[in-house]
């Protein structure tokens, strides 16, 4: 697999895990000039900003461990362009990051919550 392939294969497993939880996904890949959030979710009445880092292994480390102090600087502020983007007035916003192991034909996935 090709690494957008990756991207993509974690980005619909971490989708899928969030949905899972009870979560409603409502939006994936949304792009504006500052940047792309991977996904947006609505965990009850909070918003959910979620980057998906996923790894294929451990040789480069821990897939959560790109998502600098710097990263999560710039999803905070995507997090505001989407909600003056968007029609919601969420209780609260947090970035979230799940980190996706493809192990195989096995996936670990771990979430790293943000707080509110």
């Known amino acids: 697999m090709d690494r957008q392939s990756i991207g993509r294969r974690g980005e619909a497993l971490a989708a899928q895990w969030v949905r899972s939880r009870g979560w409603r996904v409502i939006d994936s890949n949304w792009r504006c000039p500052a ?20 790894r294929t292994g451990t040789g480069f ?6 998502v600098t102090a710097s990263k999560l600087g710039r999803l905070r502020r995507l997090a505001a362009h989407w909600v003056a983007a968007h029609d919601l007035r969420p209780a609260s916003i ?7 192991l493809l192990l195989g034909h096995r996936a670990r996935i ?3 919550a943000g707080e509110r």
Do not use: N, Q, S
Request: glycine residues 8%; negative net charge.
């Open 94 to 100: 947090r970035v979230d990051v799940i980190a996706v």
């Open 35 to 54: 940047g792309e959030i991977d996904l947006v979710a609505l965990d009850g009445e909070h918003l959910v900003v979620i980057e998906v880092k996923t």
């Open 110 to 112: 771990e979430l790293l």
């Open 61 to 66: 480390g821990h897939p959560a461990e790109a």
